[in-house]
Every structure is written in C-alpha cells, then in structure tokens.
C-alpha cells in the first residue's frame, strides 16, 4: 500500500515562502517521479512541479517557474516543494502525487497515488 502525506501548508503573507513536504510509504519510491498539483476554488487541478526519480531533473508550470523549487531525498522518502515570492494567485491546496511512470508529466492521470492535500493560502 502506498500513501502520500503532505504537510507544510498554511497562511502567510505574499511574498513569504513555504516549503511542503510529501512523505511516500513504500520501498519503491525511488523509482518513480513524482509531482505536485494544486486546486484553487472553483478551479480544475493543475500542474505544479515535478522531479524526476533522481531528482536530477525537473520541470515546472510557467506560472512558478523562478519562484518554486521541487526536490526530493530518497533516503527519507521525501519530496519537497520550496516556494518563495509567493503571491495570492497560488493559493489553492496542493497536492503531491507519485506518477505511474518514469516521465515527469504533467497531466494529472499520469499520476497514480495522491496526498490528501494540504492549504495554502497567500494574503495581499
């Protein structure tokens, strides 16, 4: 059984930075890539960020390319997402998730096991 379980979120202000971290159970986490989406109000999830099994590679959504970073430690079983500069437009709950294959994808059905979430909210 693999579980996903994020946690870092919360209220701050724009211009702040966060880190979410996204703990993965299971003796197989290195071989997958991993990514995170979020979901605003209203809105259909998106793509976020993702790393590749290594975490050697990456790619990200335009609109948080220079202010996120996604990383992972393998040892911990970890992937992380740092986010600075943030603005009220990245509001939304994120969520990690493991993807069934070895691309970085970035459609959301790639992607096999999902956190539960955690809120992030960015005030003016």
């Known amino acids: 059984q693999v579980q996903l379980v994020e946690s870092g979120g919360g209220l701050v202000q724009a211009g702040d930075s966060l880190r979410l971290s996204c703990v993965v159970s299971?003796?197989?986490?290195?071989?997958?890539?991993m990514g995170w989406f979020r979901q605003a109000p209203g809105k259909e999830r998106e793509f976020v960020a993702a790393?590749?099994?290594?975490?050697?590679?990456?790619n990200y959504a335009d609109s948080v390319k220079g202010r996120f970073t996604a990383s992972r430690d393998n040892a911990k079983n970890t992937v992380y997402l740092q986010m600075n500069s943030l603005k009220p437009e990245d509001t939304a709950v994120y969520y990690c998730?493991?993807?069934?294959?070895?691309?970085?994808?970035?459609?959301?059905?790639?992607?096999?096991?999902w956190g539960q979430g955690t809120q992030v909210t960015v005030s003016s």
């Open positions: 299971g003796r197989t986490f290195s071989r997958y890539a």
């Open positions: 790393v590749s099994w290594s975490g050697g590679n990456t």
């Open positions: 998730a493991r993807s069934a294959g070895p691309n970085r994808s970035v459609y959301w059905y790639d992607y096999d096991y």
